[in-house]
Nanobody, 121 residues
Framework: QVQLVESGGGLVQPGGSLRLSCATS????????MGWYRQAPGKQRELVAT???????NYADPVKGRFTISRDNAKNTVYLQMNSLKPEDTAVYYC???????????????WGQGTQVTVSS
């Protein structure tokens, strides 16, 4: 089995910071891309940031300059450092990992359970 466990969400005031963590475990041959989505109530799920196995990153425009995605390959963990948080960042944040279970297999996305981030004064 493969499991993604998220942590680090919570309630912060505007301008504050949070760091989300997502650890992947299980029977895994390799991991390619990792990243984060978020979904606010009544809104479509939005891709926030991605990072490749080589460390290349991409960010959605609303978070550029404020969020930083990183990964620790030894720990199969992806992080999202969120600074200068705004109320519009309030959402459930979901991590994903593109995993190849066995050598030669086609990979697939696996998802975390989601962690709530609330930005409010």
């Amino acid at each position: 089995q493969v499991q993604l466990v998220e942590s680090g969400g919570g309630l912060v005031q505007p301008g504050g910071s949070l760091r989300l963590s997502c650890a992947t475990s299980g029977s895994i041959f390799s991991i390619n891309a990792m990243g984060w989505y978020r979904q606010a109530p009544g809104k479509q799920r939005e891709l926030v940031a991605t990072i490749t196995s080589g460390g290349s990153t991409n960010y959605a425009d609303p978070v550029k300059g404020r969020f930083t995605i990183s990964r620790d390959n030894a720990k199969n963990t992806v992080y999202l450092q969120m600074n200068s948080l705004k109320p519009e960042d309030t959402a459930v944040y979901y991590c994903y990992t593109y995993i190849i279970r066995r050598r030669g297999d086609r990979g697939a996305n696996y998802w975390g359970q989601g962690t709530q981030v609330t930005v409010s004064s």
